[in-house]
C-alpha cells in the first residue's frame, strides 16, 4: 500500500488557520498567505465562509490590470 492510501487528511491538513473578510484589502491579505505560506485563504463573514481567495487570484490581478 501507498502512504497517500494509508494516510486520512486529518493527518495532514493545517488546522490552525487564519482567514479574512471581503473588506480585507489585496495586500493585507498577501501579507497573510506569504506569511503562513498558504496557496488559499478562506474569507468569512462573521463564521459563514463566503469564498477563498487564491493565488491564481492574484495573477489574474497582475494579467488583467488596466
Do not use: N, Q
Amino acid at each position: 500500500d501507498s502512504i497517500l492510501e494509508e494516510l486520512r487528511i486529518a493527518e495532514v491538513m493545517v488546522d490552525e488557520l487564519e482567514v479574512t473578510t471581503p473588506e480585507t484589502d489585496l495586500r493585507e491579505a498577501a501579507r497573510i498567505m506569504l506569511a503562513r505560506k498558504y496557496g488559499c485563504l478562506p474569507v468569512v463573514e462573521g463564521s459563514k465562509l463566503v469564498g477563498i481567495l487564491t493565488e491564481s487570484d492574484f495573477m489574474k490581478v497582475v494579467l488583467y490590470e488596466d
